[in-house]
């Protein structure tokens, strides 16, 4: 009775699980050649972009504003500062000192701080600060509305209902923790004014609290190379790329056109953006425009927003897939990029990609001796990759065997938020803020708000730990039957995801 049902199990194992492994192991391999080819791609154009110095203001008009004695400042248009924010208790005297101090005539551009804010204290305190500067004749205005419908994307289109919007032609947008450098609209209109087709210029992100920790320098090598790779390839290639959701500048008839801001998913900005892209405008991101910003140092910070920019994308992509294909005013190449590019590669597939290949299909083929994973899969490929993401950041350069780590352990939490944006599930249009800290910017404003500390089973991620529970008994198992060295990557990852589950990451 024990032989037959050993022979049965061999059998359901040579007729079930081999087949069906095999099958997710090509699936991953092809997976795998086509995020290779995407990422050779973007680098390539970045190469020819550095190699040829083809900067923005080579292939664009630009050319620095100019005072004219006769006319005074009417030659300067007139410009909209928006500053969104949402109780942002430690940084939001940084935010509008610096769009209060840009260098621009003050009867051509208005500040409008759109607080959403419901803590009393911080409403009161943001009022005097937008007072302060009035008194030193700032045109300044803080908007407030009685609730909070369409988050940041309710408060940007109630800030546009304002008569005073009327008056302008250019909106640039910061999120409360970001700090222009007083030139910054010196920089970036000019490329609006002399180019009628342009209807955005996004600047780069610039991290002042990189060093915090561990976690905020990972961020930075994956932003950098966001910026460097995505951003880079995109304004160059095709003239579009996902709006940052701050720190750029937009060409009003353009968003108008589009129909404006919509809150239908949490990333409003990519949302605006394919659909003032699919009306035939033009982008240009410019890289040498850099702006100050902090990066969220806190695990549970940074897992949140994860999850919105991952399952944003994927539930806009539900939405906007037929709206594309059937477009009619930009050509089928550009409609093609967008989605698969734009979206189903870059969005989607390297989510699954990331986490099931290296989580759970290589962990998992310890247990498959049948099954041969070719080594280019396992070791060129992501290696390729990998040395793509740390030239974009050299100061990080020894730490990217960590950044991997880390990245894999984050692609289950964009995994999971790309299903339920793809599904619709119940976190579909979850927005929580990203919290800032404010002393990362070194700069003590206000007292800080003391918290109690969190006990280890408070900080205990059940996800983390059971992913990096299982990769461990798969290394064990490695260790003691394998005949190859897999075990070293898998007790390493496993680590990394223990780590992360109880907490010990981050500040």
């Not at 290779?36 to 190699?51: A, G, P, Q, R, T």
Request: net charge positive.
């Amino acid at each position: 009775m024990q032989l037959m049902e050993t022979m049965w199990l061999r059998q359901a194992r040579s007729l079930l699980l081999v087949p069906l492994f095999k099958c997710l192991v090509a699936i991953c391999l092809v997976i795998s050649l086509l995020v290779f080819v995407e990422s050779v791609y973007m680098n390539i154009v970045v190469i020819y972009v550095k190699l040829f110095k083809r900067k923005p203001e080579k292939i664009y008009k630009w050319e620095a504003m100019q005072e004219d004695i006769e006319v005074g400042n009417q030659n300067y248009p007139m410009v909209l500062v928006q500053i969104p924010m949402y109780n942002e208790r430690e940084v939001f005297q940084l935010s509008i000192g610096a769009a209060c101090r840009l260098i621009w005539p003050l009867d051509r551009v208005i500040i409008q701080v759109l607080d959403d804010s419901t803590d009393p204290t911080i409403m009161e305190m943001v009022s005097m600060e937008c007072a302060k500067w009035a008194s030193k004749g700032i045109n300044i205005k803080c908007e407030r509305r009685d609730n909070r419908n369409g988050y940041k994307a309710g408060a940007l289109k109630q800030g546009m209902r304002h008569s005073y919007v009327k008056q302008c032609n250019y909106i640039a947008i910061f999120d409360a923790d970001f700090q222009p450098e007083p030139d910054y609209l010196h920089r970036t209109v000019p490329f609006l004014i002399h180019n009628p087709e342009l209807a955005l210029v996004q600047a780069r992100w610039k991290f002042v609290n990189a060093n915090k920790c561990l976690m905020t320098r990972m961020q930075e090598m994956s932003l950098n190379y966001h910026f460097m790779a995505e951003q880079e390839s995109g304004s160059t290639r095709h003239a579009f790329f996902g709006f940052n959701g701050t720190a750029g500048v937009w060409r009003l008839a353009g968003m108008e056109e589009a129909g404006g801001w919509k809150d239908r998913t949490t990333v409003e900005d990519m949302d605006l953006a394919v659909r003032v892209g699919l009306h035939g405008w033009k982008f240009v991101f410019v890289n040498d425009i850099e702006v100050k910003s902090e990066l969220p140092s806190q695990f549970k910070a940074f897992r949140f927003q994860q999850h919105r920019w991952s399952c944003g994308p994927a539930n806009l992509f539900r939405k906007m897939t037929m709206e594309i294909i059937h477009n009619k005013r930009v050509v089928i190449w550009k409609k093609l990029y967008v989605i698969y590019s734009f979206f189903f590669l870059r969005k989607i597939l390297v989510h699954f990609f990331t986490f099931f290949f290296y989580c759970i299909v290589l962990p998992t083929s310890v247990f498959f001796y049948e099954v041969n994973i070719p080594t280019w899969s396992t070791i060129y490929v992501p290696f390729v990759i990998t040395f793509f993401t740390a030239i974009a950041t050299p100061r990080s350069f020894y730490l990217v065997f960590f950044w991997v780590l880390f990245e894999n352990v984050m692609a289950m939490h964009r995994t999971k938020g790309t299903f339920i944006g793809l599904l619709e599930g119940g976190r579909v249009n979850e927005w929580v803020v990203t919290e800032k800290l404010g002393d990362a910017l070194e700069t003590k404003l206000l007292p800080q708000v003391k918290k109690p500390r969190n006990g280890i089973l408070q900080r205990l991620n059940l996800k983390e730990m059971m992913v990096g529970i299982y990769i461990l008994c798969c290394a064990c198992y490695d260790f003691a039957f394998g005949s190859t060295l897999l075990y070293i990557y898998l007790f390493m990852q496993a680590l990394a995801f223990i780590i992360c589950g109880v907490g010990f990451v981050g500040t």
